[in-house]
């Protein structure tokens, strides 16, 4: 969609699993971060006449 | 073709005669060159209206929805596809129809042919292997495989999977096409080479929704872009609206898509959307082994779960 | 009416000379078909083209258009005041728009601009435009605007219309805004005598060309109820997959939705072509449509444009014949088809087909 790879993560986590929980989160941030903001998909104010 | 013709009102004249069927849905010649307009006959006297030829290439299983007659419908490979989906959907009942298989040879792309000449054509017809064209000082011949639409030139499924009575012997289905190329190289691009790819795509759109609408699978009773409570997508030409409503729409036809063509064709704009449920159709290809509309007997990807389902997805 | 001569080898001089006091917009070749767009310095109009994709009302009636902005901040001096937006209403002028589309703006201002309302958007716009008109010698055949009250040489909204004649054009300079746009082009060599004569002749050849035709001679006496209910509406309506492209390629189609878009407390007024052929387009509040049928809004379109405006503003129908939505529409559906039904009705018909 254009939308850069690292932006979207899917994970499966049990609600037993909270280590791997805070270990999720903290590589999407990560990753995120590295990235920078998004700019596609981002409508702040509609483009019209 | 006009054997094709002559079989059709044969069998609907049959049809609403012994009342097997109240109205046939088929077409009628077009007021205009390359464009025959969906009808309905329910007089047996009234069956010479229908027709057939290349230019038939709107999805009638999209003229299904909520009725409640029992319908003779002429379908070609896509069509029945389409209606194989809306029975798998129970949309429709089988016992409700009576198909009429049309053995499809391809749909002519009237935007090609257009390019394919100087000036505004007046009259097309066609013969097994060509297609003639002539305007206002100009009469050209054009290889009909050239000028078919690009879904049926990439077709494998030409002949109806299911039908009451074929109006002629089934057609050989082609062989070797490589349907994906252009999938690919759209796989190829970078993220930013794809977002371009589909700001360019999209310039056009005006908001019509022809694409939605001419399309079998388009069925819900408000669409998400019609919905106003909640709203979820802005209605105006902003862009990423515009190109949220396309992406959406894509992924309703996951895994239901049988790339008849009817969304690209419609489109008043030229904007080849099939770009998107074309990536869809690969992947469940790819993924699932599946392609929409073959069979009534198997769920389709997306509303089962197997245990061997690619997951490599999740981390 | 004054004739000017523009020979051909001085029209791109003119048409840069011109771009110091107008914005210019023109037909643009993209791709399959033309379409209206502001036209780069050096640009210019392609004329080699029969028309447009998308009418010409764009220019004046964009598809979207902002109304006002507003804050809901109370932080804000200016909150929960309706803030003008800032737009352009410079000069610009429009070069090679065809007869049929700017006949069509005079059937829109019957909307925006009428003597109890005024809509200051498409006023403004409509008074800051010059259409400098291109004469068509070429019409296509679906083309039927000689019988729909227009016509491939009408002057009706033009300022100027050119007329191509050979290595020339004849300018004939229709309106004080058109004189003014052809002095800022230095376009200003008398035509000579015969000038009204060769136009007359051209124009008479032209129209010889129209070869299609729409009766609509039976429209105003026809019972506005009787055809409401005729018979052929269910049959008309079979094939339309209430798709918005008729509305919106039309040039005089004018309906249009509001909608506000916040983001936090800042938000803004958009307004947006709106379709008849959109369920969502008469849906109430309480859920109700009283359109809620394909049939109701087929009708709705068709007996609006050939039966409603014809018996409001008694001036014709609410078409100029341009032939976009017999071109485009996706599923065939043939406006000079529907108009014949419509005109030759007579509810007897439908005696006779339930009796048969």
């Known amino acids: 969609m254009g939308i850069e790879p690292g932006r979207i993560q899917f994970s499966w986590v049990s609600s037993a699993e909270s280590t791997k929980f805070v270990q999720v989160v903290k590589e999407v941030t990560e990753t995120v971060k590295a990235l920078g903001p998004n700019t596609h998909f981002v409508k702040h104010e509609a483009k019209v006449a | 073709m006009l054997e094709y013709t002559d079989k059709i009102r044969e069998i609907a004249a049959r049809l609403l005669k012994e009342g097997t069927v109240e109205m046939v849905i088929g077409f009628r010649k077009g007021t205009v060159p390359m464009m025959n307009e969906p009808c309905f006959v329910t007089d047996a006297g009234d069956v010479d209206r229908l027709i057939w030829d290349g230019n038939c290439g709107v999805n009638l299983a999209n003229y299904l929805m909520d009725r409640k007659e029992k319908i003779g419908i002429v379908a070609k490979g896509c069509d029945a596809r389409n209606i194989v989906t809306h029975i798998v959907e129970n949309k429709i009942d089988r016992d409700q129809l009576f198909i009429i ?29 060509n297609v003639s064209v002539r305007g206002q000082g100009f009469e050209k011949v054009l290889n009909r495989q050239e000028v078919l639409q690009q879904n049926c030139s990439l077709c494998i499924h030409r002949n109806p999977v299911i039908s009451d009575e074929l109006v002629a012997e089934e057609v050989p289905e082609q062989q070797g096409v490589d349907r994906y190329a252009d999938v690919r190289r759209i796989e190829a691009m970078d993220p930013e080479e794809k977002w371009n790819f589909f700001d360019d795509l999209l310039s056009e759109c005006i908001r019509c929704y022809a694409c939605r609408n001419a399309c079998p699978l388009c069925y819900c009773p408000t669409c998400f872009v019609d919905e106003s409570r909640p709203q979820w997508v802005g209605k105006s030409q902003d862009p990423i609206d515009v190109r949220t409503f396309h992406f959406l729409r894509a992924y309703h036809c996951a895994g239901r898509c049988t790339d008849c063509g009817a969304c690209e064709r419609a489109c008043p704009v030229g904007i080849n959307m099939r770009v998107f449920t074309k990536k869809l159709e690969k992947d469940c290809l790819e993924k699932f082994g599946w392609e929409a509309g073959l069979t009534t007997d198997a769920r389709p990807p997306l509303d089962t779960f197997r245990p061997d389902d690619p997951d490599d997805f999740i981390k | 009416m004054k004739v000017i001569l523009i020979e051909k080898a001085q029209w791109e001089a003119g048409v840069e000379k011109a771009r110091d006091s107008y914005r210019l917009f023109g037909p643009v070749s993209q791709g399959p078909f033309h379409q209206f767009r502001p036209l780069a310095a050096g640009q210019l109009p392609d004329l080699d083209y029969s028309n447009t994709r998308m009418s010409a009302k764009e220019l004046v009636y964009p598809q979207s258009e902002k109304m006002f902005d507003y804050t809901l901040d109370k932080s804000q001096p200016d909150h929960h005041l309706l803030k003008e937006p800032q737009k352009d ?61 227009s016509g491939p040489f009408s002057e009706s909204g033009l300022d100027v219309l050119l007329v191509a004649d050979g290595d020339n054009f004849l300018a004939r300079v229709i309106t004080e ?135 409001k503003y008694e001036d014709g129908i609410q078409c100029v014949g341009c032939g976009r939505c017999v071109q485009h529409c996706p599923v065939n559906i043939d406006i000079r088809r529907v108009c014949e039904l419509m005109n030759s009705y007579g509810p007897s018909q439908d005696a006779c087909a339930v009796a048969s």
């Not at chain 2, 053995?103 to 792309?109: E, F, K, L």
């Not at chain 3, 007869?99 to 201002?109: S, T």
């Not at chain 3, 729409?214 to 109820?225: A, K, M």
């Open chain 3, 89 to 149: 209403y410079s000069p610009r002028a429009v070069l090679g728009i065809r007869p049929c589309d700017a006949d069509a703006f005079g059937l829109v201002q019957r909307n925006f601009d009428t003597p109890d309302y005024k809509d200051p958007y498409w006023i403004r716009a409509r008074e800051a435009i010059t259409l400098v008109g291109y004469a068509c010698s070429a019409p296509c055949s679906t083309c039927f605007c000689t019988s729909a009250g």
């Open chain 2, 101 to 129: 298989g049309v053995p499809c040879t391809g749909m002519i792309d009237r935007r090609k042919v257009a390019a394919a000449v100087d000036g505004e054509i007046l009259e097309v017809s066609e013969d097994g292997h």
């Open chain 3, 177 to 311: 805004r058109g004189e003014k746009f052809m002095a800022a082009a230095g376009w200003d060599a008398a035509a000579g005598d015969d000038a009204d004569a060769r136009i007359e002749a051209l124009r008479a050849e032209a129209e010889s060309r129209i070869a299609s035709h729409i009766e609509t001679d039976n429209l105003r006496s026809q019972d506005t109820l009787s055809l409401h209910g005729a018979a052929f509406w269910e049959e008309v309506s079979f094939a339309c997959i209430n798709c918005g492209t008729c509305t919106y390629l039309c040039p005089t189609c004018w309906c249009f939705d509001i909608q506000d878009e916040n983001r936090g407390k800042q938000g803004m007024r958009i307004r947006n072509w709106d379709s008849c052929m959109f369920p969502l387009f008469t849906l109430h509040g309480s859920g109700h449509n009283p359109r809620g049928k394909k049939v109701q809004r087929v009708r709705q379109r068709f007996m609006h444009k050939l039966k409603y405006y014809v018996d």
